[in-house]
């Protein structure tokens, strides 16, 4: 039987180790994957996945973190708004499926409910794609089509969903801004290096602008060995630099790339992947509203230079 409950994540997969300072933090912790997560906010949670920077890991992002809400049993659209490099479809293994999109819909060439492809291991997981593969955003489609989009999928007969997840393209342009317009919250996808980090510091900005001020993000592509070996900025540094609450920290793992390749998304792995139960664990946190407090708690402190013998 598959657990609805993510497991804490093994010690290990946090930066420099960190271990629960006193047994009331380890048993709280231990207490909490007991439950099933409380669904905070109204519903449908318009949640866009973004980065600025392409490649890393905004789609792998958003199929992980979506199966887990539909494991979760809430009941999930996910959004495929990268028009031009459309692939949520394939890592979900739903490719061979996608017969009608969002522009046949909007030219009443078929209905929402014809668009919407229903995930073959969860019923309560439904993929929308915008366009076919490699073609251009298509005329007039903007912030407007998909306000009325999200309109229309919560006055399905159905129900509204719980969750609307927006897959984004790369770049802050036109396609960017289309994606983010129905979103009144957003996942921000950053990996530890400075490009990235910069390029979701523009976007940060930009969100808030456009108003959205509920903005998590996830680090990805992490890796232990490098931090260790200060080769890689640590998960603090990303914080200290973005000044965003934390919703999950992924490993680096070739898991993600096996499960990219085969269309099967991670966290239904059996056993499952550290980078799946860190995914699971995201999933958790968007749903309650919470944010990783633990990561800034548990890291060592930084290396004291040697002027700080001296009080600098
Ligand atoms: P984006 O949507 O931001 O362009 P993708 O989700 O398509 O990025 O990911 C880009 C590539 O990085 C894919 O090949 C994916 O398998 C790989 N990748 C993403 N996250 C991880 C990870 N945590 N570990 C290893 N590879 C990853
Ligand atoms: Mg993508």
């Known amino acids: 039987m598959i657990s609805l409950h993510p497991k804490p994540l093994p010690f290990h997969f946090f930066p420099k180790q960190p271990k629960p300072k006193t047994l009331t933090l380890r048993v709280q912790s231990l207490l909490q994957y007991n439950r099933k997560p409380q669904l905070a906010g109204d519903t449908p949670r318009v949640v866009v996945i973004t980065s600025g920077k392409g490649g890393v890991g905004k789609t792998t ?185 934390l919703l999950g920290v992924i490993p680096d793992d070739p898991e993600v790339i096996r499960s990219t390749n085969r269309g099967y998304p991670l966290v239904l792995n059996k056993p499952p992947a550290l980078a799946g139960l860190a995914f699971e664990q995201a999933a958790w946190r968007l749903v309650e509203q919470d944010s990783m407090k633990a990561v800034m708690m548990e890291e060592e402190p930084k290396k004291r230079g040697f002027f700080s013998f001296f009080g600098g």
């Open 61 to 245: 992002t958003t199929a992980n973190i979506g199966l887990s809400l539909a494991r979760l049993g809430f009941s999930v659209v996910a959004i495929d708004a990268d028009v031009g490099l459309r692939n949520l479809d394939l890592l979900l293994g739903l490719e061979n499926r996608v017969n009608y999109t969002v522009v046949e819909v909007l030219n009443g060439d078929c209905r929402l409910d014809q668009a919407l492809v229903r995930d073959k291991r969860w019923s309560n997981f439904e993929l929308l794609c915008i366009s076919k593969p490699r073609s251009k955003l298509p005329l007039g489609f903007g912030g407007k089509a998909l306000i009325w989009l999200v309109d229309a999928l919560k006055n399905r007969e159905e129900g509204k969903p719980d969750f609307i997840l927006i897959d984004c393209p790369a770049g802050i342009d036109a396609g960017f801004i289309t994606a983010i317009t129905p979103a009144n919250e957003a996942v921000l996808v950053t990996t530890p290096d400075i490009t990235s980090l910069r390029d979701a510091d523009r976007v940060t900005g930009l969100l808030e602008c456009d108003g959205i001020r509920d903005i998590k993000m996830i680090v990805n592509r992490v890796r232990t060995d490098m931090i260790k070996g200060e080769d890689m900025m640590s998960v603090l540094d990303v914080q200290e630099m973005l000044g965003l609450p």
